[in-house]
C-alpha cells in the first residue's frame, strides 16, 4: 500500500464511521479541489453513490468558471445539493475586518441550514497543513448550539477511536482530509483523474492556488498549466497555499476569531 492508498483508506473510514454514527448528515461542497476530492472518496466510500446531501454556502460571489463547474458535476455526479443563498453581509460582526466579513457569511449559511434541514453532522475538506488554526481539529469535532468552537477543550482520538455522541443541541464536524496535504490533494487528483475548476491552472502567468469569493480571491504567479507542473512547484514553494487569501491578510487573529464563531 502506497501513501496515497493508505490516505484514500483513513478517509473512507472516516466517511463511513460518520454516516453510520450520525443521522441527518449532510457534506459541504466549497467546489475548490479539497472538497472535490472528498466527493471522489465518498464515491468510492459508498459505491458510487453519496447517501447524503451535499451543500454548497452560495454567497452570489464566487467564479463564473466556479458556477459552471457546480451545476456540471451536481449533475454528472448525481449529487442531492443543495445551494442556499447566505445571509447578507449586513447580518455579520461589523467588528471583522471587512475580507473576513465576507467569508464570515459562510458561518451565517451555515448555521441557516443547520437549523433549516435538523443537521447533526456536517463533512468539511480541511486539512491540518492548510492553516495554523486548522492544526489544532479533531476529526470528529463538537460544536455548541451556536457554532462556537473551543479548540482548548478538544475530545482525545486514539488509534482511530471518534466520539459521535454530545449532548443534544450538539452538531459535530468530520474532516475526513486532515491527514492529507497540499500535494497529496493534487497526486491524487492527478492518480484518479479528478476534475477541478479550471482556474487553478495557469493563465497568462497566474493561477489560483486556493478559490473563494471574487473580490477577496486572488490569483499567485506561476507557469503552472497542469497538473504534474502544480506537483513539481509545490514541492519546491514557500508561499502559503492561501497566500491569495484577502481574509488571511487581515488582523492576527481574524481568522481564529472566524473559526471560534463557526467558520469552516
Given at each position: 500500500?502506497?501513501?496515497l492508498?493508505?490516505?484514500?483508506?483513513?478517509?473512507?473510514y472516516?466517511?463511513?464511521?460518520?454516516?453510520?454514527?450520525?443521522?441527518?448528515?449532510?457534506?459541504?461542497?466549497?467546489?475548490?479541489?479539497?472538497?472535490?476530492?472528498?466527493i471522489?472518496?465518498a464515491?468510492?466510500?459508498?459505491?458510487?453513490?453519496?447517501?447524503f446531501?451535499?451543500?454548497?454556502?452560495?454567497?452570489?460571489?464566487?467564479?463564473?468558471?466556479?458556477?459552471?463547474?457546480?451545476?456540471?458535476?451536481?449533475?454528472?455526479?448525481?449529487?442531492?445539493?443543495?445551494?442556499?443563498?447566505?445571509?447578507?453581509?449586513?447580518?455579520?460582526?461589523?467588528?471583522?475586518?471587512?475580507?473576513?466579513?465576507?467569508?464570515?457569511?459562510?458561518?451565517?449559511?451555515?448555521?441557516?441550514?443547520?437549523?433549516r434541514?435538523?443537521?447533526?453532522g456536517?463533512?468539511?475538506?480541511?486539512?491540518?497543513?492548510?492553516?495554523?488554526?486548522?492544526?489544532?481539529e479533531?476529526?470528529?469535532?463538537?460544536?455548541?448550539?451556536?457554532?462556537?468552537?473551543?479548540?482548548r477543550?478538544?475530545p482525545?482520538?486514539?488509534?482511530?477511536?471518534?466520539?459521535?455522541?454530545?449532548?443534544?443541541?450538539?452538531h459535530?464536524?468530520?474532516?475526513?482530509?486532515?491527514?492529507?496535504?497540499?500535494?497529496?490533494?493534487?497526486r491524487?487528483?492527478?492518480?484518479?483523474?479528478?476534475?477541478?475548476?479550471?482556474?487553478?491552472?495557469?493563465r497568462?502567468?497566474q493561477?489560483?492556488?486556493?478559490?473563494?469569493?471574487?473580490?477577496?480571491?486572488?490569483?499567485?504567479?506561476?507557469?503552472?498549466?497542469?497538473?504534474?507542473?502544480?506537483?513539481?512547484?509545490?514541492?519546491?514553494?514557500?508561499?502559503?497555499?492561501?497566500?491569495?487569501?484577502?481574509m488571511?491578510?487581515?488582523?492576527e487573529?481574524?481568522?481564529?476569531?472566524?473559526?471560534?464563531?463557526?467558520?469552516?
Amino acid at each position: 500500500m502506497d501513501n496515497l492508498d493508505a490516505l484514500e483508506a483513513q478517509s473512507v473510514y472516516i466517511l463511513r464511521e460518520a454516516y453510520s454514527r450520525i443521522d441527518r448528515l449532510a457534506m459541504l461542497w466549497s467546489l475548490g479541489k479539497d472538497s472535490n476530492v472528498m466527493i471522489w472518496l465518498a464515491k468510492r466510500a459508498f459505491l458510487g453513490r453519496i447517501p447524503f446531501p451535499v451543500m454548497h454556502l452560495d454567497t452570489g460571489l464566487e467564479f463564473p468558471e466556479t458556477y459552471e463547474f457546480r451545476d456540471r458535476y451536481a449533475k454528472e455526479w448525481g449529487l442531492e445539493l443543495i445551494a442556499d443563498d447566505c445571509p447578507p453581509i449586513e447580518a455579520v460582526d461589523p467588528s471583522l475586518p471587512p475580507a473576513s466579513r465576507l467569508a464570515a457569511r459562510k458561518t451565517l449559511g451555515l448555521k441557516q441550514a443547520l437549523e433549516r434541514y435538523s443537521l447533526n453532522g456536517v463533512i468539511a475538506g480541511i486539512r491540518r497543513d492548510e492553516q495554523a488554526t486548522r492544526a489544532k481539529e479533531r476529526v470528529f469535532s463538537p460544536r455548541a448550539a451556536d457554532g462556537q468552537w473551543d479548540f482548548r477543550d478538544q475530545p482525545p482520538e486514539f488509534w482511530d477511536q471518534y466520539n459521535a455522541d454530545y449532548p443534544p443541541g450538539t452538531h459535530v464536524r468530520v474532516h475526513p482530509l486532515l491527514h492529507w496535504t497540499e500535494v497529496d490533494i493534487w497526486r491524487y487528483i492527478q492518480r484518479e483523474s479528478i476534475p477541478v475548476v479550471p482556474l487553478y491552472f495557469a493563465r497568462e502567468g497566474q493561477r489560483y492556488r486556493s478559490l473563494g469569493e471574487i473580490g477577496i480571491t486572488f490569483p499567485i504567479n506561476s507557469q503552472a498549466g497542469d497538473i504534474p507542473s502544480i506537483i513539481r512547484e509545490l514541492e519546491t514553494t514557500r508561499e502559503p497555499e492561501r497566500a491569495g487569501r484577502a481574509m488571511d491578510h487581515d488582523s492576527e487573529d481574524a481568522f481564529e476569531r472566524l473559526r471560534v464563531g463557526g467558520y469552516m
